[in-house]
């Protein structure tokens, strides 16, 4: 490579070794690290300027902004997996003890186009028969994805100090927000339950990241897909995780098209999407 790779990689035991250099680089491939905390602050610095060369990013803001033209392609390696269920708080004095009962509801989380909305949203519809147009969804901070266009059920309030307003009772349910307040309780009792039957209804067993690529860069090496790949399935087995979760291989697929979907009943009428999971990842 002319130059040494810009990435950007949260540290979670399946990534230290590359981090660390316990498992080497491609070879031929310098790579400079480069750290961002939180690791969602460099999603907009990667789709807006294109400041890294491969960058951890939110797998929603990702299709969002491969749709709206950004030059990156998906490696099909998946940093984050997680069952959104836990994140949903609501006010105990509320009456919400099911899902069914946030007809109506406002419910505050930090942007709209992050990852777990969607998911918790496609839940919520899908899992359980919530009627998404009757939810109203605050939100206070940037949006995930560059030029995101609103739906008609976002409410945008700039700055708002939604865990606050949670607290004081302005919002009866919040998503993301992490509220320690004994007036504030977890949607779902059960969480393994909950999980298990979305994964029983539906197959997904949720990808929250992927890896995104500038397109200039692997059109400079062509092998380099196939290299980072490799170098993310020696990573976990060096940590000992199951290398099945690389790949468009079925189980991942079968997820990513139905986060494709979910996006695109969520917000498509005002954001262009790829057409299908292949426009928007690499085929290794």
Not at 108 to 120: D, E, H, L, P, R
Not at 150 to 177: I, K, N, S, Y
Not at 216 to 231: F, G, H, N
Request: aromatic share 8%; net charge negative; proline share 8%.
């Amino acid at each position: 490579m002319p130059r040494p790779l810009r990435v950007v990689l949260e540290r979670r035991p399946h990534t230290a070794a590359m981090i660390d250099g316990l498992v080497p680089a491609p070879a031929g491939v310098e790579v400079e690290w480069v750290e961002v905390a939180p690791i969602n602050t460099a999603f907009r610095r990667m789709t807006d300027d294109l400041e890294f060369d491969v960058c951890e990013i939110a797998a929603g803001a990702f299709l969002l902004a491969v749709g709206g033209g950004v030059p990156i392609v998906g490696l099909p390696v998946f940093p984050l997996r997680r069952y959104p269920h836990h994140g949903l708080q609501v006010r105990r004095d509320s009456g919400i003890r099911t899902p069914a009962d946030l007809a109506g509801a406002r419910i505050g989380t930090k942007a709209f186009s992050q990852t777990t909305g969607f998911w918790i949203r496609g839940i919520l519809n899908r899992q359980y028969g919530v009627d998404l147009d009757g939810l109203t969804w605050v939100v206070s901070a940037q949006e995930h994805a560059p030029g995101f266009r609103f739906p008609a059920t976002a409410e945008p309030v700039p700055g708002a100090d939604l865990p606050q307003q949670l607290r004081d009772g302005a919002l009866v349910a919040g998503l993301g927000l992490a509220v320690k307040d004994d007036a504030v309780g977890p949607l779902f009792a059960d969480l393994t339950a909950a999980e298990r039957s979305w994964f029983d209804l539906t197959g997904a067993e949720t990808i929250n990241h992927t890896i995104a690529v500038r397109q200039d860069v692997l059109a400079e090496r062509p092998t380099l897909a196939a290299e980072l790949s490799d170098w993310f399935v020696r990573s976990w087995k060096h940590a000992g995780s199951p290398v099945s979760e690389y790949g468009l291989v079925p189980a991942n697929r079968v997820t990513l098209e139905l986060l494709l979907d979910l996006v695109r009943e969520q917000c498509g009428a005002t954001n262009p999407l790829p057409a299908t999971i292949d426009d928007a990842f690499v085929t290794l």
